[in-house]
């Protein structure tokens, strides 16, 4: 080793003591799969690069190389936590292309499921929220409660994560006998948790002077920076997916958009809890309003061959014959919307007359969430870029598809 | 010891032979055995999330599963731990990050590698970023399932303590 | 000036520096050139629509083009049900485009990703680096047509 690269590694160079950097990944603590690279100076944050595309799956590309229906579970594993939210948008696109309309059952079914994925996704953020900053006790119950939700969700589609329930036309499974019963119990149970997560979550003063002020995100720097779901409304933006009335039956039921206007931390996290509430209340609203009927559409049943068409009906549980799987898409391109527990999910199908979607564009919540890291955390103290990370329920297989 | 610098010529080779000694004495059988049996309570997964599959893995150490009972308990540092559970895909630019965990991990260490992905790339087959994980590390064990029932992660788990038990474990997992 | 909803007046703007929006379900479609793309961003920006929802390449080899289309998504009551789309046409063999991060400052990851997976180049983008992709691929952008991957077999058909 020559002298001059001896003396370099030995000796302060001019600059050295004021920034640094920090690799925070990607084998961490939080939820895996994302590098932090942090520059500090001192104790306060200058810079955040998120360094993602760890658990980059290549699923736009692997939509193009599959039939259209069989792209739905594929893309269903970018949030195996809220698989029926992030394939709606999907399906809704390919409704608008096939031209046709689930019927009303089937769009309340939809909805039901949609809320029930929105809970369980809600808990497992607000867990991670709560691994964050070392609070066990809150991803315990998170997760013990989320399994309650992902029961109710396994009965009605068989599924514990991957449900693949939406289906252009309509749903798969019809709701199952004494359904009723157990979601309301459910609601019940869920009610009661609520109020105990305040007590030992929300309102505990640790928690609070952790998340109380940190990173806040102004209206307008939310709007500019194109911020979805929780994060967006709580910082006062009153914008959700589902008040553009384009899939589900939401313009039918009666129920509020959550928003909070401090824009921190501690507010996203309760935003989280007040959407649970809200989520129950429409999971309610559903079930006593729900109508007699077909849940796939007409246009469809009639390509299941008679022999499959009566049992199928009976039970309540579409078969698919192949030649559902080799839908021709006819030529155009199809833009859908819909919220996901983490944001507002965005589709552009595509195609150009044939079996396969052309091109199929996703832009997830997370994706979109992304530049938070870069623009919330300069200027904040190391200790609480967990407590940022941690409120903004970033879903890293989401961001990199 | 009498003359101090006898006791400092030899020992560099004391401490080598005493260590070659040692080795010779765990891997007999009855000191051998004591300490699978105290190794298979304490498989320690290191908790990196490489995919989807990590929303299971979850819920495996969470209260309805409660893989805990079992010693499982994941944990932050690769140092401390002695099980890699592969979660789901391995991208190429994760796999390069497994390997560093992999070799951080101290020995005995073993990997079990979960879901269909982690098998042969699973729906994402034919994808141009995905890496096989069998074609990196020694794997104990195959979960299948797209993801895995956390029922299946428990199984394998279990399944993994027998083998360990039964010392039967591969010598790549005790050497590296 | 204030006759009409923002809507309107955005066509109206797009009409007078000589883009022809086409009206459709949910989205407005503006197809533009390389040259035109910024005003129309600015004048997007002017009326509401504060954010992009997505940059997105489309390949199409038979015409040696590549297709770029932005989103652009606005939060308000009164726009928040159409989206605004402009598409620009770049060759394929040199794609290149301005950078509307000055415009809209949420391109900075979206065409970042754009330029990762397809091959377009942002000019006046402050970090084209690798986003999804592992840095050392030296493969073509994946996303490009000319870049197969494996299919499946044949679907049995049952009537």
Known sequence: MSSSVMEARLLEKEGDEEVYEVFIGPQHPASGHMRLIVRLEGDVIVGVDPDIGWVHRTMEKLAESKEALKAIPLLERMTIIDSQNVTIGYVRALEKLLGVEPPPRARYLRTLLSEINRIASHLYGMGLAGIFVNHSTMFMWCFGDREVWIQLAEELTGARLTHSYSVPGGVRRDLPQGFKEKALKAIRYMEKRLDEYHRIFFDNPQVRARYEGVGVLKPHEARRLGVVGPNLRASGVRYDARLLGDYGVYDELEFEIPVREEGDAMSRLLLRGDEIRQSMNIIRQVLDKIPEGPILAEKYLRLIPPKLREPALKEGRIKFPGIFANLKLPKGEAVARAEMGHGEIFYHVTSDGSKKPYRVRVVTPSFRNVILFRYLPPGHRFMDLPAIYGSLDYFPPEADR | MTCPFMGLAFLGRLEESSRKAAQWLVERTPVR???????????????????????????????????????????????????????????????????????????????????????????????????????????????????????????????????VKRSEYGVKARET | MNTGSRLERLEKGLRDIGLEPVKAPGVLRVDAQPES????????????????????????????????????????????????????KVPRDEPRL?????????????????????????????????????????????????????????????E
Not at chain 2, 75 to 98: C, D, H, V, W, Y
Not at chain 3, 49 to 55: E, I, N, P, T
């Open chain 3, 98 to 158: 301005p950078s509307l991060i000055e415009v809209w400052p949420n391109a900075l990851f979206l065409e970042r990703e754009t330029w990762d997976l397809m091959g377009v180049v942002f000019e006046g983008h402050p970090e084209l680096r690798r986003l999804l992709m592992p840095p050392d691929w030296d493969g073509p952008p994946p996303l490009r047509k000319d870049f197969k991957v494996k299919t499946e077999g044949v679907f049995v058909n049952v």
């Open chain 2, 33 to 163: 055995s004591l300490r699978d049996w105290a190794i298979s309570f304490s498989l320690w997964p290191v908790h990196f999330t490489t995919s989807c599959c990590g929303a299971e893995f979850a819920a495996v150490s969470a209260p309805r599963f409660d893989m805990e009972r079992y010693g499982f308990l994941p944990f932050n540092s690769p140092r401390q731990t002695n099980l890699l559970l592969i979660e789901g895909t391995l991208t190429r630019k994760m796999a390069r990050a497994a390997e560093i965990v992999y070799q951080q991990m101290p020995s005995p260490k073993f990997v079990v590698a979960m879901g269909a992905c982690a098998i042969d790339g699973g729906i994402f087959h034919n994808s141009y970023n995905i890496v096989r994980p069998h074609e990196l590390f020694p794997i104990e064990y195959f979960i299948p399932g797209c993801p895995p029932r956390p029922e299946a992660v428990a199984q394998a788990i279990v399944r993994l303590h027998e083998k």
């Open chain 3, 37 to 88: 793309l910024v005003p129309a961003a600015r004048l997007a920006v002017e009326h509401g629509y504060d954010h992009l929802a997505s940059v997105e390449g489309i390949d199409w080899p038979s015409e040696g083009v590549i297709e770029v289309i932005y989103h652009a998504e606005s939060y308000d009551e009164d726009l928040r049900g159409t989206l605004l789309e402009i598409r620009v």
